[in-house]
T-cell receptor, first 119, second 115 residues
Framework: AQTVTQSQPEMSVQEAETVTLSCTYDTSESDYYLFWYKQPPSRQMILVIRQEAYKQQNATENRFSVNFQKAAKSFSLKISDSQLGDAAMYFCAYRSALYSGGGADGLTFGKGTHLIIQP | NAGVTQTPKFRVLKTGQSMTLLCAQDMNHEYMYWYRQDPGMGLRLIHYSVGEGTTAKGEVPDGYNVSRLKKQNFLLGLESAAPSQTSVYFC??????????????FGPGTRLLVL
């Protein structure tokens, strides 16, 4: 079974600064997807960014980018120019790839990192 | 296009009572999921479905049953609620055959309190 570990229960950053959230995972599979979800106080789970394991290029979405190190099984999220609206719980998640026979079952989540933005 | 919706938003039950949580999606997704989220934890998979009429167990299935009679709906049932089932429940859906989209889209959650 896959496991996802987020070693930082809480992180704090000044507004407009850059912060990096860590995530490591354990798997024996070669094809999979990795995700970062944001959960604000409203509890809605919002997809921030996704990465396909077969792609070497790191995914980016505006101020959000990842550092995907497949050999090290590491998947960190970098938030640039932090804004007050970025304050939330951030969850790293893993999913097997559908086309390799897996993926029908759900996401495996880490325990989350609480991100605080200091004005 | 409402995405994924959940009914009800909040519910209080007494131990031993039963209830059904409803999840609906209008994205023509094949796969649907029920997760629970407890304090200090990430989401954990309860049950899932890969298509109409199919269901399967996830990581924490005990005490729950599910049904997927229609493609757009996925029901989660608690036959005899226990305080340990106090949690926030999330439904999600994914995988459109047309796009092979892998991303799961989540509903807003249902907060359940069992006394």
């Amino acid at each position: 079974a896959q496991t996802v570990t987020q070693s930082q229960p809480e992180m704090s950053v000044q507004e407009a600064e850059t912060v990096t959230l860590s995530c490591t995972y354990d798997t024996s599979e070669s094809d999979y997807y990795l995700f970062w979800y944001k959960q604000p106080p409203s509890r809605q789970m919002i997809l921030v960014i996704r990465q396909e394991a077969y792609k070497q290029q790191n995914a980016t979405e505006n101020r959000f980018s990842v550092n995907f190190q497949k050999a090290a099984k590491s998947f960190s999220l970098k938030i640039s120019d932090s804004q007050l609206g970025d304050a939330a719980m951030y969850f790293c998640a893993y999913r097997s790839a559908l086309y390799s026979g897996g993926g029908a079952d759900g996401l495996t989540f880490g325990k989350g990192t609480h991100l605080i933005i200091q004005p | 296009n409402a995405g994924v919706t959940q009914t009800p938003k909040f519910r209080v039950l007494k131990t031993g009572q039963s209830m059904t949580l409803l999840c609906a999606q209008d994205m023509n997704h094949e796969y649907m999921y029920w997760y629970r989220q407890d304090p200090g934890m990430g989401l954990r998979l309860i049950h899932y479905s890969v298509g109409e009429g199919t269901t399967a167990k996830g990581e924490v299935p005990d005490g729950y049953n599910v049904s997927r009679l229609k493609k757009q709906n996925f029901l989660l049932g608690l036959e005899s609620a226990a305080p340990s089932q106090t949690s926030v429940y999330f439904c999600a859906s994914s995988y459109s055959i047309k796009t092979t989209e892998e991303t799961q889209y989540f509903g807003p959650g249902t907060r359940l309190l069992v006394l």
